[in-house]
Nanobody, 113 residues
Framework: VQLQASGGGLVQAGGSLRLSCSAAGSIFRGNVMAWYRQAPGKQRERVAMITNEGSTVYADSVKGRFTISRDNAKNTVDLQMNSLKPEDTAVYYC????????WGQGTLVTVSS
């Protein structure tokens, strides 16, 4: 498995979750990595991205609530999600930004109101 996302679950609105993604070194090393999500009936959207040096960009919908980070020694990229809202409910995926590889299964986040 080249990309493995984990950490999803059911949480009440206002709660927090931390997602983690492990990637093969050839995918992770030196590349901009990103978290995406796809809600039922909607297109996949990018929520956060991080460069190899740690610069980050967030979608407006999650800015101030989500934090992306990476560990270049472990080839992992995490997404800390705070103040979750029902509209954050989706399957979350990670991938590299440029030339993404085939998508993994993702991890389901369900936020109840």
């Amino acid at each position: 498995v080249q990309l493995q996302a984990s950490g999803g679950g059911l949480v009440q609105a206002g709660g927090s979750l931390r997602l983690s993604c492990s990637a093969a070194g050839s995918i992770f090393r030196g590349n901009v990595m990103a978290w995406y999500r796809q809600a039922p009936g909607k297109q996949r959207e990018r929520v956060a991205m991080i460069t190899n040096e740690g610069s980050t960009v967030y979608a407006d919908s999650v800015k101030g609530r989500f934090t992306i980070s990476r560990d270049n020694a472990k080839n992992t990229v995490d997404l800390q999600m705070n103040s979750l809202k029902p509209e954050d409910t989706a399957v979350y995926y990670c991938n590299r930004l440029i030339t993404p590889i085939p998508w993994g299964q993702g991890t389901l986040v369900t936020v109840s109101s």
